[in-house]
């Protein structure tokens, strides 16, 4: 231990000078945010001043210990980097020392696959569907999560898959205008009636929400949705006609019911509650028919941070303080049942997860859109652009 | 004697081979069911599908008719940048850049603003009394043929005006010393001579429409899937990655034959360079 | 061409409405940067300067239009010597040769962008190459080097063969024929190829979605994200800021040609 320090000690002393500029360099660098940890953990090792960095402040002891160690987590880009940065990375790497990146990079399950096959895995956790566990998972294209570190018990049955968990809930829900609805909310069956409430309606182009939505509205009971019939939703999309826009990301979603080009609207619950606060409460939503759904973590396979690392993140995931303060910042609801007892009273309305607004939405089914995803994309945008 | 032009194109070959063509490859080998086996099925499936058709069908008749609005369109201002003197072709040559300028997302939401329902359009339209309800303008197939007209002009503009700096005036003026009209004159010379720029910006807009996907993904409402598009949900989200690769294939041998056929029929060196 | 004072009035009436169509979305871009919400709307009330005080604050817009800025750069040179010399060695060989090769520099234009950008976004992540700079310097190369192939050999194509023969004949190497007669001769092209280059660098997106995320965020990356996360109306200053560097630049350099050609040759 001592021979270490004198070694470095000596280094440092030979090449102080080089190694302060390269640290004051990587310093700048890393606070504009165009380094990031693990390469500059890197570089100070290379130049071997770990210890030293330590001591400096940048990095705790306990960071420079695991110098090599890094969690890379790859979500979908937005707020939500600095969201989960604060919710979940932070207070891991103040338990573990292990730095948590968060790396807006859009990790769809091809972008995964291409950069499994390609053998250098940069992305060690990434964020998706719940679905994608099973789907990504039987393709060998995941690691399996350990849980013996992981602790199922903070799950619901079935959340805890082989490769991946359940990290935050979201749901599909009916927003719209209190101009057209300002005593009741409306149903999916007014969703679809355009002779009595005329307007644009939108959905989600991309199938998910919007197919489940048109057979409720169709008068598919909500315990016989799944198998979906996508003929018969599809059929049911097209008979809005012109009456329908689709909306392509959440913030256009959000804009065409603020600027009242649109008066209802299939979107995520997320942007709903946004939407009712910068409208002063003239957008609003019902949890009635929506669309109960959940996300995950999952390993791609080959990547980079030590499997005790990344299994050590995903359970601190699901500290309940942890998954209520996302909900807070971004409204993606906790998958730890636990959470719901310790909800402050506005939240539970914002909730997507919690007991009383589950009640009144459908579940997705996972196991259905393990199988008929690729499927039901596929045909749902041919039907709707044809 | 000809060896050092070989050290000319060797670096583009050789970049373009090495870090483009060379992982296309691995998408071409994936349509053709290689490594495992050589199938044809993901082409056979391709032409059988008809929802895969009708985008194709789709996707070639607004890029058509992107084109050749485009054409018309560019050809007029080029015309004006070369014969209306020196002021105006400073200014349209300006105005012309400016908007290669601006993103093309930021494009796409101005026409959003302009054009929706509640946009400024309809607003001023019925505000002046001259429509009762708002047009259907944009989030549709007029919006995507709008927003990729408004993008390809200036990329039709250049070449154009290009080929008619160097037209030869007297050329014209022969014409009509012959006793042609000037109307006859442009018709029967000047177009004439400028066809080869035509069908070489023709090409270039053409093969530019194929690729748009930023624009008919905004403006197009969700009703509009191109093929762009439809390729990007194979491979990002459906992992039919040989479907997209068949889908590739297909349209790179197609467009290739297409530029074939269009500079056998106006002279390939007219159009390249190459003789 | 000789046109009769009428026709010519109609030709410019044309011309103008079809550069005011060009202009429109500019038009709207100016109030909506002006306008006093967080939301990308018209002005309601006032007008406000907040939009363009947030990016005069923010060091992550700041910082995005140096990536930019250094990308297309690289890229510009990169893809223009590159190019330029494909285009004069295809015009020079002639034949299958020349006909493969422009093939081949094709490519990149001919397929959309998103086909290349998954293969491009698989190699470089197994060469290192995902998320750095010099990994989308040269990306942006292949994607922008066939326009500046296609704009030389456009130009080339109206040039006299006998020109570089003339100058072999007198002794030059193809190096310096190339450099010394054939080069000035495109010039246009070869300017018009890099401010080609130059502007698919600047504004490419779907490429740069793939191979990059957080190391490197260009401009455009910068926009989709503020447009797709929060319709962000930061974004409009963006474009208003970028169209008024355009007219400056633009303006400057003809300026500068007018009075070049109207200064007496001494």
């Known amino acids: 231990m001592h021979r270490e320090r004198d070694c470095y000690t000596g280094r440092i002393t030979v090449a102080s000078r080089f190694t302060d500029d390269l640290i004051d360099l990587a310093r700048t660098e890393l606070a504009k945010g165009r380094m990031d940890r693990r390469d500059f953990v890197r570089l100070c090792i290379g130049a071997g001043v770990a210890p030293a960095v330590a001591g400096s402040g940048i990095l705790s002891a306990s960071e420079a210990a695991a110098a090599a160690e890094e969690i890379v987590l790859c979500n979908?880009?937005?707020?939500?980097?600095?969201?989960?940065?604060?919710?979940?990375?932070?207070?891991?790497?103040?338990?573990?020392?292990?730095?948590?990146?968060?790396?807006?990079?859009?990790?769809?399950?091809?972008?995964?696959?291409?950069?499994?096959?390609?053998?250098?895995?940069?992305?060690?956790?990434?964020?998706?569907?719940?679905?994608?566990?099973?789907?990504?998972?039987?393709?060998?294209?995941?690691?399996?999560?350990?849980?013996?570190?992981?602790?199922?018990?903070?799950?619901?049955?079935?959340?805890?898959?082989?490769?991946?968990?359940?990290?935050?809930?979201?749901?599909?829900?009916?927003?719209?205008?209190?101009?057209l609805f300002p005593d009741r909310a409306p149903t999916l069956k007014d969703f679809f009636d355009t002779e009595t409430y005329p307007g644009f309606r939108t959905m989600w182009k991309y199938q998910m929400g919007a197919m489940e939505a048109c057979l409720l509205g169709d008068g598919v009971p909500p315990e016989e949705l799944y198998p979906a019939d996508i003929d018969r939703a599809i059929a049911k999309a097209r008979?809005?006609?012109?009456?329908?826009?689709?909306?392509?990301?959440?913030?256009?979603?959000?804009?065409?019911?603020?600027?009242?080009?649109?008066?209802?609207?299939?979107?995520?619950?997320?942007?709903?509650?946004?939407l009712e606060r910068d409208t002063g409460g003239r957008v609003t939503w019902t949890w009635d028919e929506g669309l109960y759904c959940h996300s995950s973590f999952v390993m791609p396979k080959g990547h980079k941070a030590s499997a005790a690392a990344t299994n050590q993140f995903l359970n601190s995931v699901l500290v309940p303080e942890r998954q209520i303060r996302l909900l807070e910042l971004l409204g993606n609801g906790p998958t730890n049942p636990?959470?719901?007892?310790?909800?402050?009273?506005?939240?539970?309305?914002?909730?997507?997860?919690?007991?009383?607004?589950?009640?009144?939405?459908?579940?997705?089914?996972?196991?259905?859109?393990?199988?008929?995803?690729?499927?039901a994309v596929e045909r749902w945008l041919d039907g709707i652009s044809a | 004697m000809n060896r050092p032009y070989y050290f000319f194109v060797l670096p583009a070959v050789a970049l373009v081979a090495l870090m483009f063509l060379l992982p296309l490859g691995w998408?071409?080998?994936?349509?053709?069911?290689?490594?495992?086996?050589?199938?044809?099925?993901?082409?056979?499936?391709?032409?059988?599908?008809s929802g895969i058709r009708s985008m194709l069908w789709n996707t070639v008749r607004l890029v058509t008719i992107t084109t050749l609005v485009s054409l018309v369109l560019g050809y007029l201002v080029a015309f004006a940048m070369a014969h209306l003197g020196e002021t105006q072709r400073m200014l349209l040559t300006l105005f012309v850049l400016v908007p290669f300028w601006l993103s093309v997302l930021a494009r796409a939401l101005a026409w959003l603003i302009l054009l929706r329902h509640n946009g400024l359009v309809n607003e001023a339209l019925t505000g002046a009394g001259l429509i009762d309800r708002p047009l259907q303008l944009v989030r549709n197939e007029l919006g995507v043929i709008i927003g990729m007209v408004h993008f390809l002009i200036p990329y039709a503009v250049f070449p154009l005006f290009a080929a008619m700096m160097t037209v030869d005036r007297r050329l014209v003026m022969a014409a009509r010393?012959?006793?042609?009209?000037?109307?006859?004159?442009?018709?029967?010379?000047?177009?004439?001579?400028?066809?080869?720029?035509?069908?070489?910006?023709?090409?270039?807009?053409?093969?530019?429409?194929?690729?748009?996907?930023?624009?008919?993904?905004?403006?197009?409402?969700?009703?509009?899937?191109?093929?762009?598009e439809y390729i990007s949900v194979s491979v990002l989200q459906t992992l039919r990655w040989a479907q997209a690769g068949a889908l590739s294939m297909v349209l790179l041998v197609s467009v290739i034959a297409l530029v074939w056929l269009v500079a056998r029929a106006i002279g390939f060196r007219r159009l390249t360079g190459v003789g | 061409?000789?046109?009769?004072?009428?026709?010519?009035?109609?030709?410019?009436?044309?011309?103008?409405?079809?550069?005011?169509?060009?202009?429109?979305?500019?038009?709207?871009?100016?109030?909506?940067?002006?306008?006093?919400?967080?939301?990308?709307?018209?002005?309601?009330?006032?007008?406000?300067?907040?939009?363009?005080?947030?990016?005069?604050?923010?060091?992550g817009w700041h910082q995005?239009?140096?990536d930019s800025a250094t990308i297309a750069l690289a890229a510009t040179v990169i893809a223009?010597?590159?190019?330029?010399?494909?285009?004069?060695?295809?015009?020079?060989?002639?034949?299958?040769?020349?006909?493969?090769?422009?093939?081949?520099?094709?490519?990149?234009?001919?397929?959309?962008?998103?086909?290349?950008?998954?293969?491009?976004?698989?190699?470089?992540?197994?060469?290192?190459?995902?998320?750095?700079?010099?990994?989308?310097?040269?990306?942006?190369?292949?994607?922008?080097?066939?326009?500046?192939?296609?704009?030389?050999?456009?130009?080339?194509?109206?040039?006299?063969p006998r020109l570089e023969q003339a100058a072999r004949s007198v002794g030059a190497t193809p190096w310096r024929a190339a450099l010394d007669v054939l080069l000035p001769n495109v010039r246009g092209g070869v300017i018009s190829g890099a401010v080609f280059a130059f502007i698919i660098s600047w504004d490419e997106i779907v490429v740069t979605l793939f191979i990059s995320t957080r190391a490197v965020y260009t401009l455009p990356r910068r926009m989709w994200d503020g447009i797709r996360e929060n319709v962000d109306p930061t974004v409009a200053a963006v474009a208003v800021v970028l169209m008024a560097m355009t007219v400056i630049g633009v303006a400057i350099v003809m300026i500068h040609s007018r009075l070049r050609r109207t200064r007496p040759k001494s």
Not at chain 1, 347 to 374: C, F, M
Not at chain 2, 209 to 217: K, N, R
Not at chain 3, 86 to 114: S, Y
Request: a negative charge; charged letters at 15%.
């Open chain 1, 76 to 179: 979908f880009g937005g707020d939500a980097v600095a969201a989960m940065g604060e919710a979940w990375g932070e207070p891991f790497t103040a338990d573990s020392g292990v730095p948590v990146v968060v790396d807006g990079g859009v990790p769809l399950a091809g972008k995964i696959k291409a950069m499994v096959e390609s053998g250098n895995v940069v992305w060690d956790v990434c964020d998706g569907d719940g679905f994608l566990c099973d789907q990504l998972g039987k393709q060998g294209l995941l690691e399996e999560v350990d849980y013996s570190i992981v602790d199922k018990s903070r799950l619901p049955e079935g959340w805890a898959y082989d490769h991946g968990i359940a990290n935050y809930t979201y749901s599909f829900v009916l927003a719209y205008d209190t101009g």
């Open chain 1, 239 to 274: 008979s809005l006609g012109d009456d329908v826009i689709y909306w392509e990301s959440g913030a256009s979603s959000q804009e065409m019911l603020m600027s009242g080009e649109a008066v209802m609207g299939i979107i995520w619950n997320t942007r709903a509650s946004v």
């Open chain 1, 338 to 375: 636990a959470a719901a007892s310790m909800l402050p009273e506005e939240l539970v309305r914002i909730d997507p997860g919690h007991p009383d607004n589950v009640a009144r939405q459908v579940t997705r089914s996972e196991a259905w859109y393990e199988e008929h995803y690729d499927e």
């Open chain 2, 27 to 49: 998408l071409a080998a994936l349509s053709f069911g290689l490594p495992e086996g050589f199938t044809l099925e993901h082409y056979e499936a391709l032409a059988g599908s």
């Open chain 2, 177 to 228: 010393s012959v006793g042609a009209v000037p109307w006859r004159a442009f018709i029967d010379v000047y177009v004439p001579v400028t066809l080869p720029a035509i069908f070489g910006a023709g090409v270039l807009v053409f093969i530019f429409g194929l690729g748009f996907f930023v624009t008919p993904a905004i403006l197009g409402g969700g009703r509009v899937v191109m093929l762009s």
């Open chain 3, 1 to 59: 061409m000789e046109l009769s004072r009428r026709a010519l009035r109609i030709v410019a009436i044309g011309a103008w409405i079809v550069v005011l169509f060009l202009l429109l979305p500019g038009f709207v871009t100016l109030p909506v940067a002006l306008n006093d919400s967080r939301f990308m709307q018209l002005p309601q009330e006032t007008l406000s300067l907040r939009h363009f005080e947030a990016l005069l604050n923010d060091s």
């Open chain 3, 64 to 66: 995005s239009f140096l």
């Open chain 3, 80 to 160: 223009c010597s590159v190019g330029t010399f494909c285009a004069l060695g295809v015009w020079r060989l002639g034949g299958r040769v020349a006909a493969v090769t422009l093939v081949i520099a094709m490519t990149p234009m001919i397929l959309p962008p998103v086909v290349g950008a998954l293969a491009m976004y698989r190699l470089w992540v197994q060469l290192d190459l995902y998320d750095t700079w010099p990994g989308v310097v040269l990306a942006h190369s292949i994607v922008a080097l066939p326009y500046v192939v296609t704009t030389v050999s456009t130009s080339l194509a109206m040039l006299d």
